[in-house]
């Protein structure tokens, strides 16, 4: 998922933090459903692997520029 979000970084350029994080809200949307298919087999993303989970979005953005990013909005959408 992450890496599908670096390809349409790469693909799509955003021009600024608001279409970065429509890029990145999608991309949380994917962990959502993920979530929701641990759930259906009686188990859920561990803390530990939600809080990698949420620094890698940062580390993403930064790594394009986006050192700027609120790593908070960048998984505003998250369920998990």
């Known amino acids: 998922m992450l890496?599908?979000?670096c390809e349409?970084?790469?693909a799509e350029q955003p021009p600024n933090l608001e279409a970065?994080?429509?890029l990145t809200q999608a991309a949380t949307e994917?962990?959502?459903l993920l979530e929701a298919e641990f759930e259906a087999a009686g188990?859920?993303?561990e803390t530990?692997?939600?809080?990698?989970?949420a620094e890698e979005f940062w580390?993403?953005?930064s790594a394009y520029g986006f050192t700027d990013a609120d790593a908070e909005?960048?998984?505003a959408g998250r369920d998990w």
């Open 59 to 61: 580390l993403v953005a």
């Open 48 to 53: 530990v692997a939600r809080e990698w989970i």
């Open 30 to 32: 994917e962990f959502n």
């Open 20 to 22: 970065l994080y429509a």
């Open 73 to 75: 909005e960048l998984i």
């Open 8 to 10: 349409r970084i790469e």
């Open 3 to 5: 890496l599908r979000l």
């Open 43 to 45: 188990s859920e993303i």
